[in-house]
């Protein structure tokens, strides 16, 4: 799927955020392919998930292009115009 995507567009250099993360595996491809990536989910669990596994599976540089945070869809706060790739 993400070499399909890549295909549209390269990750490397763009924002991504992943709406409804879970434990953040969108996110966390995005960020080892070079992307500045926000995964948010509802569930403070799935996005504690997410940070274990980040913090676990990603080289340090990706990891500190990764981010998961506790938010709906639609109240996020990341600022208008600001993601390149929404999933």
Do not use: N
């Not at 595996?25 to 940070?51: K, M, N, T, Y």
């Not at 596994?53 to 340090?60: G, H, K, S």
């Amino acid at each position: 799927m993400y070499d399909r995507l890549e295909r549209v567009g390269p990750f490397a250099g763009t924002t991504l955020a992943d709406a409804a993360c879970g434990p953040g595996w969108v996110a966390l491809e995005a960020a080892a392919r070079g992307a500045r990536s926000i995964g948010f989910d509802l569930s403070p669990q799935q996005v504690e998930a997410a940070r274990a596994v980040a913090a676990q599976r990603l080289a340090p540089d990706a990891a500190d292009r990764c981010s998961f945070i506790v938010a709906r869809a639609e109240a996020t706060t990341l600022p208008d115009a600001s993601l390149d790739w929404y999933v």
